[in-house]
Each structure stands twice: as structure tokens, then as C-alpha cells.
């Protein structure tokens, strides 16, 4: 079994002969860093929630009852992150944490009823199946030749049909709200009881919901000045570049290959391309001939995370229409939450065209935002967020197609100056029971993720174990057991209404899409960290000396060494550190200072 290592607390990596693996190891000790910026994290705790893929039937015992509200089965440990630098974030992702805003959750691998582990796609390896490349040229046909068009699920029926939720928006009007800052939040303070928990922030699985009831745990008034990260003059001249702001251009095909859009034609047809970059370019607007343009004028846009009217009003249609969400429950608040707020701040990439950092893909036809994709752009890898697709055009598939097209941009940045280690497109997590999760296997060649070591596995040997087992460790190939009820992590406290977050969710087509479930009305309790400790994390009772003596906290506007912190003489604030800093574990140790309300 082909296996490489992320990380490890003596930085040997486990033997594998696999170019995958010899690239990952490449990337991990050359790939460029873009900042030595302190990432702050606020400890939430081990939580368990209602899970929004199998509603707590994956467990043995649970109940079949429908009358019964759900069981709480799904367990995570959360944090809140108020900075995070895109590097430390990778670190994160290849130990299995997640993101959904602003909260960074680890599911417990040992305990949670659906097993989500992180999947990883070598991009530059990838030769798209036959009907992957039959997705991307039906698409052009539509937009090159107007093919379908008229019919349901290609478009409104009825060309007077306004996809907006409010027929007064004006696309062109809207404008790009200026992107998040590196400051640290101004909210008032929460109580202690309450930011210690995760409260409405639990993340279930790819489960999302947008209207969190209770404020995000927040750093209180006399520490928000904290100074902002240092930026370099080469970094503050980039800020002011044109094509690293707000708006950038996407890498795209060479000018011999954009020769070859254009190129010759098969019964009075265009020739459909064979190369990845070219199939997922040949419909674009710059290429439409001038002497027979396209029929619709298709355009990508990538661009800093930002809230527009327009970007709501699709997510609405989205989440009422797709999955049938009230439209009580779709807020702009919980959009901003969720898809808008990052935790990672933009940093310069050594291209000067792009940033590490949050973005939003805008797909436009004809001048109509008819798709949105976020991803965050890191050191080594594009992690795909979130997708979301006007319903008027549920036959295009462009859940698949926004895959392939992030698959290609991961490509071409690695193909440019400077970013030749960006190799990795990660799609969050896969669970082998849910059948609406199968679509992620269909991107060869992919590496999971092993919960025990955090070290990364060929798909095809993992697929071998979890055929058997679906709750396992590929380096032991055996099971992981769940603990007994006698084992079970005790409850200590009832928090506020639960707000199941996306731990990955996008490329959904109409008969794929991924859970995503709602339970504000249901309360998620939060529990005592569990013994033994989740797979892959370290036993808070006997941490390492040397990572408590390296481990920094966050006290006032001060950066204090753990030991020497009024932290570590309160218990529960300790209690709280240590469980963090067992969770994130020894590759993070200097890169977080935890931020604690004691």
C-alpha cells in the first residue's frame, strides 16, 4: 500500500516509492511560504451533534423510530479560528481538520457515525474518464451552439423569466464589497460558558446551514487592536497590483493551445479538444470566433471572497429550491457566515497574479451569475469549499464541471513560475457509506487520508479496507472500534441551538447532491474530550514537554509562552488549551497562539 507522511514529530517520513508521495514530500519542505504570520485559535471543545447524512442510523442501536427526533452521533472537536495563516491551514487539512467560515473542526474518527476521511486528488496525474470529458463538451455545445437550449433544466423556458429573487437586482450594478480584513473580530465578548463551546458552529459531515443564532466566540475589546501581520514593501506594492486584487484573471491555455480552440471544424462543427485545460477553456467568450461568435457568451471570473447581492440571491435560489430550505432559514447573515468570512488571510503567492488565501469563482452566461464556487488557494493545494448552481440549469451539470475546471486551474498555477508544487486539489471529505459522496472517487488517482498517522493512502488500496470495514486504519488495516458506552465521552454542558456547518460540500448535479440539513431547532451538547483520544491526536494528560514548553498563548495584546501564562494556572482554561494543542498536535506547535476567554 502506497503511503507517504505529512508530517512527523522526528520529520522522517514513512517509506513509499510512489511519485505522489516523493512530490508531497517536495512540497512540504520547498514549497513556497508566503508569511511566518501567527495563526490565533480559540479552544471550543469535543462536541456531538445530529449528523446530516444518516440522521444517527449508522450506529449500531440507534433508533429507526421517525417519530423520535434524531440521535446525536455525530462528534467532532471544533475551535474557532480568528487569524489563520494559508499555510498553517494546510497543515491542518492534512491532519484532518476542515474549515466552514471561520470554525475548524476534526471529526472523531473513532466515534462519529459517518467517518469522513479527508480525500486528496494528484491533479497533475489526473486523465479525465470519457464521461467527465462528455460533461465538459456538452457544455460547450450549449454555450458554443445553443444546444438544448429551451429546454427545462437548460435555461429559463421562458427567455422573460428573471432568475433573481429580487426581480429589481441589477447584476451590473452590484458591487464587490471590499474583502475581509486581517483585524480580529469587534463584536462585544461573549460569556465564557459560551464561546467554550461550539453552540450553534458544530460541523456534521458536509451538513450546512447559514443562520447561526448565537454570535461566533469573539476577542474582546481590550485585545482587538491586537497589531495587524507585518507586510513586506514587495507585499504592500502587490496590494496595489490591478491583477492580484480584487478581480483576477484565471490561468488558461497557451496561445498554441487557444490556436487549437479555434481550430478545425467536423461537420460543420467545432472538433471537441482532448486536453483538460483545453476543454474547460474552448467555451469561454475569449475564444468565441468573430466571424461566428458563440451563441451564449460564457465567462469565469475569480475573485477575493466577497458579499454581493447577487451572490446571495443565487445561494437562495440554491438552498430553497434544490434543498428545499425555508426561506426563514437563508439569511445573509448565515451566507456571510459560512461563505463569505475566512479565517485565512490573502498572502502574495510567488506569481504575482494571485494570492494564497479565500475566492469566489463567478460563472456568468450572458451576463447572469449562474454558479458559484469557493476555494481557498494554498501552499501546495486548492481546497474546494463549497458549490452552488442556479436551479434553471440543473442539466448542465455544473457541479461537475466546476470540478474539472478546478482540477485544470490547479494544473495551470503549477505549470506557471514559482507555483510548481501546487499539485493537490482537495475535495473535503469522503465518506464510503454515503452514496451521494461515490462521485469523489470518480477523480483518479486520489489518496485518503489515515486517521491513526495522518499519513496519505492510494485510493485503491483504501477502497480494499473499507469495503470491509468502513471505519479503519489503512496503516493497520484494521477497524477502528467505537467506544463503549462505558468509554464514551461524559456530557458536561447543553449549549445553545446547533449550526451543522460545510465540511466540503460542492460539485453537486441534481441526483448528487451532498446533505445538507438544518437543525437550529435542536440542541447539541458539549462533552468531555474522550479517553482514548480521537485517532491521529495526542493524549491531553501527557503531552510532549517539549511541545508545552514551545506552545504560545494570546494574553491581552501579548504573546506569552504557555507555561508562563495565566492560562496554565487556571485548570479549566488549561484543561481547554491542552486539549486544543493535543488536537492540532506537534506541526502546528509555533505556528498557533491559542486565545482563551479566562
Known amino acids: 500500500m502506497s503511503v507517504y507522511s505529512v508530517s512527523s514529530s522526528s520529520g522522517a517520513s514513512t517509506s513509499g516509492s510512489s511519485s505522489y508521495a516523493s512530490d508531497q514530500s517536495q512540497s512540504q519542505s520547498h514549497s513556497h511560504q508566503p508569511s511566518q504570520m501567527l495563526s490565533i485559535l480559540q479552544p471550543l471543545g469535543y462536541t456531538k451533534g445530529t449528523c446530516g447524512y444518516c440522521q444517527g442510523q449508522n450506529l449500531s442501536g440507534a433508533s429507526s423510530d421517525s417519530t423520535k427526533p434524531p440521535k446525536k452521533t455525530s462528534s467532532s472537536y471544533g475551535c474557532w479560528a480568528?487569524?489563520?495563516?494559508?499555510?498553517?491551514?494546510?497543515?491542518?487539512?492534512?491532519?484532518?481538520?476542515?474549515r466552514s467560515g471561520k470554525y475548524c473542526y476534526k471529526p472523531d474518527m473513532r466515534s462519529t457515525c459517518c467517518p469522513q476521511y479527508t480525500i486528496s486528488l494528484d491533479a497533475a496525474a489526473f486523465v479525465p474518464a470519457k464521461s467527465q470529458r462528455q460533461v465538459l463538451n456538452r457544455f460547450a455545445a450549449f454555450v458554443i451552439d445553443g444546444d438544448h437550449?429551451?429546454?427545462?433544466?437548460?435555461?429559463?423556458?421562458?427567455?422573460?423569466?428573471?432568475?433573481?429573487?429580487?426581480?429589481?437586482?441589477?447584476?451590473?450594478?452590484?458591487?464587490?464589497?471590499?474583502?475581509?480584513?486581517?483585524?480580529?473580530?469587534?463584536?462585544?465578548?461573549m460569556n465564557k460558558n459560551v464561546a467554550t463551546k461550539a453552540d450553534s458552529l458544530l460541523t456534521t459531515a458536509n451538513a450546512?446551514?447559514?443562520?447561526?443564532?448565537?454570535?461566533?466566540?469573539?476577542?474582546?475589546?481590550?485585545?482587538?487592536?491586537?497589531?495587524?501581520p507585518t507586510w513586506s514593501k514587495h507585499d504592500a506594492q502587490r496590494k496595489g497590483n490591478a491583477?492580484?486584487?480584487?478581480?483576477?484573471?484565471?490561468?488558461?491555455?497557451?496561445?498554441?493551445?487557444?490556436?487549437?480552440?479555434?481550430?478545425?471544424?467536423?461537420?460543420?462543427?467545432?472538433?471537441?479538444?482532448?486536453?483538460?485545460?483545453?476543454?474547460?477553456?474552448?467555451l469561454e467568450w475569449a475564444n468565441s470566433p468573430v466571424d461566428k461568435p458563440f451563441k451564449h457568451k460564457f465567462e469565469y471570473v475569480l475573485e477575493e471572497a466577497s458579499f454581493t447581492e447577487e451572490k446571495y440571491a443565487l445561494f437562495q435560489r440554491y438552498q430553497t429550491q434544490v434543498h428545499h430550505e425555508p426561506d426563514s432559514k437563508v439569511t445573509r447573515k448565515g451566507f456571510r457566515r459560512f461563505l463569505v468570512d475566512t479565517p485565512l488571510h490573502l498572502e502574495p503567492t510567488p506569481n504575482p497574479s494571485y494570492n494564497y488565501g479565500s475566492h469566489h469563482g463567478l460563472y456568468r452566461l450572458d451576463g447572469q451569475l449562474i454558479a458559484l464556487a469557493v476555494i481557498d488557494i494554498l501552499p501546495g493545494a486548492v481546497s474546494s469549499v463549497y458549490f452552488a448552481w442556479d436551479p434553471q440549469y440543473s442539466s448542465l451539470s455544473l457541479g461537475k464541471v466546476s470540478a474539472l475546471r478546478e482540477v485544470a486551474f490547479v494544473r495551470e498555477l503549477q505549470s506557471q513560475g514559482g507555483l510548481e508544487d501546487l499539485t493537490r486539489y482537495m475535495m473535503g471529505y469522503y465518506i464510503h457509506s454515503c452514496v451521494k459522496m461515490k462521485y469523489k472517487?470518480?477523480?483518479?488517482?486520489?489518496?485518503?487520508?489515515?486517521?491513526?498517522?495522518?499519513?496519505?493512502?492510494?485510493?485503491?488500496?483504501?477502497?480494499?479496507?473499507?469495503?470491509?470495514?468502513?471505519?479503519?486504519?489503512?496503516?493497520?488495516?484494521?477497524?477502528?472500534?467505537?467506544?463503549?458506552?462505558?468509554?464514551?465521552a461524559s456530557q458536561v454542558g447543553t449549549s445553545g441551538p446547533s449550526t451543522p456547518g460545510n465540511g466540503g460540500a460542492q460539485q453537486m448535479d441534481v441526483d448528487e447532491v451532498e446533505v445538507e440539513v438544518q437543525k437550529e431547532e435542536e440542541e447539541e451538547d458539549t462533552f468531555v474530550y474522550p479517553t482514548?483520544?480521537?485517532?491521529?491526536?495526542?493524549?491531553?494528560?501527557?503531552?510532549?514537554?517539549?511541545l508545552l514548553l514551545d506552545s504560545i498563548v494570546l494574553e491581552g495584546r501579548t504573546v506569552v509562552p504557555l507555561l508562563f501564562s495565566a492560562?496554565?494556572?487556571?485548570?479549566?482554561?488549561?484543561?481547554?488549551?491542552?486539549?486544543?494543542?493535543?488536537?492540532?498536535?506537534?506541526p502546528l506547535v509555533g505556528k498557533i497562539a491559542i486565545y482563551t476567554t479566562g
Not at 480568528?82 to 491532519?95: A, G, I, Q
Open 82 to 98: 480568528h487569524l489563520l495563516s494559508c499555510s498553517t491551514y494546510k497543515l491542518m487539512l492534512d491532519r484532518g481538520w476542515r
Open 149 to 189: 437550449e429551451g429546454k427545462p433544466g437548460w435555461g429559463p423556458v421562458d427567455p422573460s423569466t428573471t432568475p433573481y429573487a429580487d426581480p429589481n437586482l441589477d447584476p451590473s450594478s452590484s458591487s464587490v464589497s471590499p474583502p475581509p480584513t486581517a483585524v480580529l473580530s469587534t463584536s462585544p465578548p
Open 208 to 228: 450546512v446551514t447559514f443562520d447561526p443564532p448565537i454570535e461566533p466566540p469573539t476577542i474582546s475589546d481590550e485585545d482587538q487592536d491586537l497589531p495587524a
Open 243 to 282: 491583477k492580484a486584487d480584487a478581480t483576477m484573471a484565471e490561468p488558461g491555455p497557451s496561445d498554441q493551445s487557444r490556436a487549437k480552440l479555434a481550430g478545425p471544424t467536423k461537420g460543420g462543427r467545432r472538433k471537441a479538444p482532448t486536453d483538460l485545460s483545453e476543454m474547460v477553456h474552448q
Open 441 to 488: 472517487a470518480d477523480y483518479q488517482p486520489s489518496w485518503l487520508l489515515d486517521p491513526m498517522t495522518n499519513d496519505w493512502f492510494a485510493w485503491d488500496a483504501c477502497k480494499k479496507v473499507l469495503d470491509r470495514c468502513e471505519r479503519a486504519s489503512f496503516s493497520e488495516a484494521g477497524p477502528l472500534v467505537p467506544q463503549s458506552a462505558s468509554n464514551t
Open 532 to 546: 482514548p483520544s480521537p485517532p491521529g491526536c495526542l493524549d491531553p494528560s501527557s503531552l510532549p514537554k517539549q
Open 567 to 586: 492560562a496554565w494556572h487556571e485548570p479549566t482554561t488549561q484543561r481547554e488549551v491542552k486539549e486544543l494543542l493535543a488536537t492540532t498536535g506537534e
